[in-house]
């Protein structure tokens, strides 16, 4: 049984928020024995550590979600590719974007939205955002979840692929690295030698990228968290 010390370490919990510890056996539990006591005692310790740990992680995930869409609205004003560079966009998008990288990025936005195929309810099949955020659907009230509106349409259309690519672009080697080890720490394994040399293949990452997860209450997918997550890094 792992001790209640160090999973207050592995979690980061300082104290014991919020934590009841009975002085007596509930009538309503049979436990007679004294070891079998102690160890559901410090059982359930573990598990309130734990639900204290998770509240706050996804109570700072949803400030994440919020961030993101501030993020959006920042983003899709002008070029994407001028605003990874720090440069006026001078009244274009990143399709009439002449600057350096812009060929780059237009063929990395156009392969991703060739071969994406994003996980179910991880998002907006159209713009990858959350279905919480994106204008296409609504509060299924009847069924729960959510429904495409009959007239909806993307708010931020386009909006975060670019953004992903325009940020890969001017961060080539700190952007490339954080996707590897995020892979890594999530469940990518190496398959083959080159990627042990040169890390996971295009493929790879945006499948990585197109996959669920849940996050700060909402279902979304792994590059809506990792951009947020690079960005507040890299304080962009």
């Known amino acids: 049984m792992p001790d209640v010390e160090e999973v207050v370490e592995e979690y980061g919990v300082e104290e014991y928020e919020g934590v009841e510890v009975w002085e007596s056996t509930p009538s ?3 436990i007679q024995n004294e070891v079998d006591w102690i160890e559901f005692d410090q059982e359930r310790l573990i598990w309130r550590v734990r639900a204290v740990w998770l509240a706050g992680s996804q109570s700072r995930e949803a400030l994440e979600v919020e961030r993101l869409v501030e993020l959006m609205e920042e983003w899709k004003v002008g070029c994407q590719r001028c605003r990874a560079f720090g440069e006026p966009d001078e009244g274009h998008d990143i399709w009439g974007c002449r600057g350096e990288g812009a060929e780059a990025i237009q063929m990395g936005v156009t392969l991703f939205e060739e071969k994406v195929q994003w ?4 998002g907006c099949f159209e713009c990858g ?3 919480d955020i994106c204008h296409r659907f609504e509060a299924n009230i009847n069924q729960g979840g959510w429904r495409k509106r ?3 349409t993307c708010q931020y259309a386009g909006v975060l692929v670019r953004a992903v690519f325009s940020i ?4 080539a080697q700190a952007f490339g690295d954080f996707i590897e080890g995020e892979m890594e720490q999530s469940d990518w394994v190496v398959k083959t030698a080159s990627e042990e040399d040169q890390g996971p ?12 997860v849940q996050w700060g209450g909402v279902e979304s997918n792994e590059m809506c968290v990792r951009f947020c ?4 890094q890299e304080k962009i």
């Open 28 to 30: 309503s539990l049979n």
């Open 119 to 122: 996980a179910r309810f991880s």
């Open 129 to 131: 955002l959350p279905q």
């Open 150 to 152: 009959v007239d909806g």
């Open 168 to 171: 890969w672009v001017r961060f």
């Open 201 to 212: 293949e295009m493929e790879d990452i945006i499948r990585w990228f197109g996959r669920k």
């Open 229 to 232: 997550k690079f960005i507040e």
